[in-house]
């Protein structure tokens, strides 16, 4: 069973900078290292439904995001430290979500909110002025 908590959310102005950091653990105590889980992160907004930001691959050889993000936002990960980051720049209001991060076994670009394994309870961001 894989735990994971996220963190780093908070009050940010518009055209700033936050980074999320995802923790995981448990991952020993299964059949799958932390390494070979793909993990990614998802968003959702007040009144809207859950959307996925950006998944990156076990070993950090892919990564993929949303049209909403890209450019702006970084997916990282330190598998020795069982951690995932996203680091989010150029921040705008519409950016403002809960973010979570969730793991599946498996990469692909696709990568619905569905299919996923494990998931955190999630870290408010909110971009206002």
């Known amino acids: 069973q894989l735990q994971l908590v996220e963190s780093g959310g908070g009050l940010v102005q518009p055209g700033g900078s936050l980074i999320l950091s995802c923790g995981a653990s448990?991952?020993?105590?299964?059949?799958?290292?932390?390494?070979?889980?793909?993990i990614a992160w998802f968003r959702q907004a007040p009144g809207k439904e859950r959307e996925g930001v950006s998944f990156?691959?076990?070993?950090?050889?892919?990564?993929t995001y949303s049209d909403s993000v890209k450019g702006r936002f970084t997916i990282s990960r330190d598998n020795a430290r069982e951690m995932v980051y996203l680091k989010m720049e150029s921040l705008k209001p519409e950016d403002t979500a809960v973010y979570y991060c969730a793991a599946r076994t498996y990469y692909s670009l696709d990568y619905a909110s569905e299919t996923m394994d494990y998931w955190g309870k999630g870290t408010l961001v909110t971009v206002s002025a």
């Open positions: 990156i691959s076990p070993t950090a050889t892919g990564a």
């Open positions: 448990g991952s020993t105590n299964g059949r799958y290292g932390f390494g070979h889980y793909a």
